[in-house]
Structures are given as C-alpha cells and as structure tokens.
C-alpha cells in the first residue's frame, strides 16, 4: 500500500498549469521529494450493497440453477435537470438455449438450438439486419435513487417479459455508456447511449429524450466495429473534446489473454478509430499473481478510466487465472479479479502508482456479496462536493463458477475529494518540490490532512530558490485536515510572486492529497 520515494528529476522545463487541481498519483509535475512516502488509500465502502437481483424478477434471476447478477458495466450520473441519480445496469440470464427460454418480443428471442441467426426462421429484424446472436441473455435496465443509497427499478412498461409489462428493461447492451447531451438541438436526443449490442455483435448507438424511451432508427448501422462482448467503456474528455473508449479485446500470445485496447472519437456517432491495442498484463503482473494467489498468469479482464482534473484516472480489473473453469458452461479459466488503480497523462499510456499493485476497491471477506471479484466499474465516478462515490460489481464466487452460483451485486466505494493517493511524510518531515510554472493569477489551495502535525509551503523562483515573503516562516501552517485550505502567508500574497515559480511543500507528520491554482482569479 505504501512506497518509500525519494527522487531527483533535473528538469528546469516550465510546465504552464491552468486553472485546476494537479495530484500526487505521479511525479509527472515533481522535481524532487525527500523522505515522503507515496501511499495509495483504499476506498471506505458503503456497509451493504445498493443494488441486488430480485428473485421475484425472472430478468435478473434466471430461475432454479442459473445465475442471478445485476451487473455494472454501464453508467451512473447525477442528473441535476431529472433531479436524481440514475444508473443504467445489466442483468445477464443465462447461456441461451439450454435452459427453457424467455421471451422479449424486439430484443430478447429465443433460439431452437445452436444456431445463433434464426427466430421462429427469421434471420432478419424488421429493418432487415441479420440476427448474429440474438438470445444470450444480455438486458440493459434501469434504476434511479434520490440519495444514491437507496434505488428503485421503475415498472416501465416498454418491453414485454414473457407477456408481463412490468419491469425496468430499456434496452439490450452488454453494458451501456449513457451521456445527457445538453448541446444537443433536438430534445428527442437529448440522451445518447452507446454499446455493444448482441443481436448483431457490434457497437449501436440510440438516442432518448429521457434515458428511458430508446431509439435506435437513426443508427442502424454499427458506429464501430467489434465483434467480442465484454466492457466497452465510452467517456468525453473535455480536456481535448473527444470521446474516447476503453474495449475488452484478446491479445495474440499463446493463452489470447484478455487486454484493453482503445479508440477515440470526436462524436459519438464517429468516425471511431480502429481498435488499437492499449494495456495488457506484464511479467510483474503475472509475479504477483503467483506471490498472492499461486495463479498461472495475469489477464486485464476491463477498465474504466477518465479524465480527472488534469489527470487519466482508471481503475483496472486484474484477473489472476488459477485454474480451469466450469467447462459444461464455456467458463475455460477459474480466479478472482481484483480492482487496481492506474493513471495516465495522455489517456493512452497507463501506469501503475504502487509497484506491488494493492487493490483500491478490495475484495470483501468471507461471506460478503464482493468477496470473489471486482468484476467492473461505472464508466465513471460521480464526483461530489467533498467526495468520489465510484459504483462497482461485486460477485461472491470467482471467474469460473458454475452457473447456479454465480451471483452479482453493485456496491458503491468512496473516497475523500482527490483522495486516491497522497504523499506523505513521517515525524523527521519530508519536502516536495515541483518543476517551474507558469500558473494563472489567483490563490492556491491544498487537500491535506495535517490533523497530527503540520504543512507549510514555500515560493521558489524557477532556479530554486525561496522567494521574498514566501518562506517556510512566513508560511501560516495547516495544522488539520481540510479538502480546500488556502495557502496564506503573513504578509505577501501569490499574485505578488515571481514567475515562473516553484512551490515547495514541508510535511511533518502529515498526508499531502493535491493542489490547486488559479483559485478566486
């Protein structure tokens, strides 16, 4: 969980920051640090699950020896103008023809066999795509919650379960990527969503004036190409106003492990690029695979990654083969996945901040629904005033169960603003220092906890050295723990600074979270 750092970059490049929070979780902006400790905080996890499958529910449980999962690839969002959190999840009912079949009239169909084209000897839907694979089991559906803890799952009465109206299916992804699109000038696309969607294995698109009434007539072709299952993850980086999209691909080695590949777009609609791969597991992974779990290698199973403040944060799932899976249900590969932190600087080149890879959402003890896997996250956390409320999917069996026991829930993980990683120093004290700015005008925050001991700040000039006015001395100390402490000194102010600067920060037994520039500019 922790990593003694100590480091020297000789760079006197000026980096201009803008506006904004810049974290600890590299050391991209650092010069050097003396005698802190890089630590990685796991996040508090909300006591009991949020959303659990309803027996009373045949699209969430399939019935007497087959899996009962809710499933989290997909989104949740406060959305402000609805007035509640939403969350578009997945239900998963079983491997097909096997078991006796349900029926949604328009997504949902059954098969008579093997075959996976035909419907009753339709091959094609009624705008004439040919049916691939139409009866799997995948669901989109929906749930809503005034306080994010509690959630109900409306009777919504758009589709058709064995005859009965009465349930929360909206669509059929396997996993959907949701955004409310205020730019947009039609409110009957007000909403879009995009997935990969079975019945005919490739990436759609639809539209909704609610996110709940989905329409996909205005994209009847696929907006790009794949044609595997598994996390498809859409986010919009403001930063370069772009989509960008992290996929569940097979690498080419001899055991086609699972890895992340990417592709980015400037609309939703495309062009899309060509999948490329990203992130794969390495030797290191694959070590600690055998130090934690005695596994024969490491595959990444999915990601979710986005772009906060100035930083890619995402979070990884590892999965840790041990062994073969239940065959009779083509589960080839047995082990749990657990969910690991990653950021980058680019969206593209991923890194780890802890060499021995601690699981940031653990996995829970004996007993609890989350203790076999982190099987995924939202596409994205949502962000609050003081803290990072990130939903996952938790299972209490492993990669390879059989399908009466595999059974899913969605918990929620929190941690405080910014709070994924701090620097931290001990009684003897620790400094950090960063490479030259240029910052914007205005004041400068910290999102520290020196509840326990203290931390000041110094001003350097672009060579290093301290400022008039802005010396360890003349710094007033944060001595607690605050999320937003402005930086004061005695008798100068940041603005009066010589730029470009540097900031020294001086820890005595304290964790240093983040900072911010440019503040009431």
């Known amino acids: 969980m922790v990593r003694k750092e100590e480091n020297d970059v000789n760079s006197n490049t000026v980096h201009t920051l803008n506006t ?4 600890f979780v590299d050391d991209a902006l650092l010069a050097a640090k003396r005698n802190v400790t890089r630590t990685l905080h796991q996040c508090v996890k909300h006591n009991v699950s949020v959303l659990k499958p309803d027996a009373n529910n045949p699209w969430e449980h399939g019935g007497p020896d087959q899996s009962r999962r809710v499933h989290l690839y997909g989104t ?8 509640k959190y939403r969350m578009w999840y997945m239900c998963r009912m079983g491997p097909h023809w096997r078991f006796e079949a349900n029926e949604i009239p328009g997504l949902y169909v059954p098969r008579p066999d093997r075959n996976p084209s035909t419907y009753r000897g ?5 705008y004439g795509r040919k049916f691939v694979e139409n009866d799997r089991g995948d669901l989109t559906c929906y749930a809503e919650s005034d306080d994010g803890l509690t959630w109900t799952k409306p009777n919504l009465g758009l589709f058709e379960f064995n005859g009965n109206p009465n349930n929360n299916i909206v669509w059929d992804l396997h996993g959907a990527c949701v955004f409310r699109d205020d730019d947009e000038p039609d409110p009957q696309k007000r909403y879009k969503m995009i997935g990969f969607c079975r019945r005919y294995r490739n990436i759609f698109l639809l539209t909704s004036p609610d996110g709940i009434r989905w329409d996909d007539s205005d994209y009847l072709q696929p907006v790009a190409d794949r044609d595997n299952e598994g996390a498809f993850n859409v986010i919009y980086d403001k930063k370069k106003e772009m989509f960008r999209a992290y996929a569940l691909i097979r690498g080419d080695d001899k055991d086609a492990r699972r890895m992340i590949a990417y592709t980015e777009s400037p609309r939703l609609e495309g062009p899309w690029e060509p999948l490329e791969p990203m992130f794969g597991a390495t030797a ?9 779990y005695s596994a024969d290698r490491a595959e990444i199973h999915n990601m979710s990654g986005f772009l906060y403040h100035n930083i890619y944060i995402g979070l990884v799932g590892v999965l840790y083969v041990t062994g073969p899976g239940a065959a009779e249900h083509e589960i080839p590969i047995d082990g749990p996945i657990d969910a690991q932190l990653v950021s980058s600087r680019d969206g593209f080149n991923w890194e780890y901040p802890d060499s021995i890879r601690t699981p940031i959402i653990p996995r829970g003890e004996s007993g609890t629904f989350d203790m076999g896997m982190i099987m995924g996250t939202a596409i994205e956390p949502i962000i609050t005033e003081d803290e990072i409320h990130w939903y996952y999917t938790g299972t209490v069996h492993t990669h390879g169960a059989q399908m009466k026991d595999r059974h899913k829930e969605i918990g929620l993980a929190k941690w405080r603003l910014d709070g994924f990683v701090s620097l931290d120093a001990d009684a003897e004290g620790g400094v950090i220092e960063t490479v030259p700015f240029q910052i914007p005008d205005g004041g400068l925050e910290i999102n520290a906890d020196a509840s326990a001991g203290q931390i000041s700040v110094e001003v350097l000039t672009a060579d290093g050295q301290v400022q008039p006015g802005f010396s360890m001395d003349d710094c007033i100390p944060l001595t607690g723990n605050d999320i937003r402490h402005s930086v004061q000194w005695k008798s100068e102010t940041l603005a009066n600074a010589e730029q470009p600067l540097r900031l020294r920060f001086v820890l005595n037994q304290a964790s240093l979270y983040a900072f911010r520039v440019g503040i009431n500019a």
């Open 284 to 292: 290191e992974d694959d070590e600690i695979g055998v130090q934690r």
């Open 76 to 83: 949740t969002m406060y959305d402000a103008a609805f007035g």
């Open 20 to 23: 904004g929070t810049e974290l």
């Open 122 to 126: 339709q091959t094609h839907d009624a």
